[in-house]
């Protein structure tokens, strides 16, 4: 059988070009991150003594924009990490138990805990509100994680009233991967004195565009904040300042905002 030089010629490319595939590396893609609204943060469980050792998060919203894990939203939800699985001995166990959920979650969410044989807070009862890094007992949040002080395999959980506030600015300058902008929180505690200006420099996360801080507000029931980039311009939410309360989650989006002003 006859074959003409250029189907020969061409059919000794695509083998070429095959073994050449097979040798060569792999390209690699570029890396991406997932948006802010689907990386995950930790609540947590202080269990009671009388309950068993595997222990469920359920979590249900009202927004019926949220669209929230399956896993974590049928009955009885997700099972919780015991703070020693991450020990070789799992036969010791702490006295906390942990759950990754999304920060998209956390909007006007609710979660209940429980074990084969009990439930808190009890059937029919309304859920405790979901907050980031809130820490949960039997009577619902008893604080909140001092998440930079925080590693999982702590045989005691460090929680207080620390308030771990998200910002994203309103920019043109930051692109993915990279941070432009330096941002500064100014702050007052209660009815306390404000921190000094410019305030606190926030640690950003390049692939979202959020910068975090957390604030320990000791026995105060709520604190007041506002932004700068160190250049002149504030975002004090028009002059009235944003005003939290203590155990609340506190991720404010400003991007695109047309009352927010620019930070370069």
Not at 37 to 49: C, L, N, Q, T
Not at 57 to 77: C, F, H, R
Not at 93 to 105: F, L, M, Q
Request: charged share 20%; proline share 5%; aromatic share 18%.
């Amino acid at each position: 059988m006859k074959y003409s030089t250029s189907l020969l010629f061409l059919l000794g490319l695509h083998i070429n070009h095959i073994l050449m595939s097979l040798a060569s590396p792999i390209a690699a893609s570029k890396r991406s991150f997932p948006p802010f609204e689907a990386r995950y943060s930790p609540i947590f469980f202080i269990k009671p003594e009388s309950w068993n050792y595997t222990v469920y998060a359920y979590v249900y919203t009202k927004d019926e924009s949220i669209m929230l894990e399956t896993d974590i939203n049928q009955w009885p939800g997700k099972e919780m990490l015991n703070g020693f699985s991450y020990f070789p001995d799992e036969t010791q166990y702490s006295n906390y138990y942990s759950v990754n959920i999304p920060y998209g979650h956390y909007k006007d969410s609710y979660i209940i805990f429980s074990d084969s044989e009990h439930q808190i807070p009890e059937a029919w009862d309304e859920g405790y509100d979901l907050i980031v890094y809130g820490v949960y007992g039997e009577t619902g949040i008893i604080g909140t994680l001092d998440a930079e002080h925080f590693h999982y395999n702590d045989v005691n959980l460090a929680y207080g009233n620390f308030a771990r506030i998200f910002f994203r600015p309103n920019n043109r300058v930051n692109n993915y991967g990279s941070l432009k902008v330096e941002v500064y929180a100014h702050y007052k505690i209660g009815n306390g004195e404000w921190n000094s200006i410019l305030g606190d420099k926030m640690n950003g996360d390049p692939y979202s565009g959020y910068y975090s801080l957390s604030i320990d507000l000791g026995e105060a029931e709520e604190f007041t904040i506002c932004f700068t980039d160190g250049k002149g311009n504030w975002d004090n939410n028009n002059g009235q300042n944003f005003h939290f309360k203590k155990f609340q989650t506190y991720i404010i989006d400003r991007i695109r905002k047309e009352d927010a002003p620019l930070f370069y």
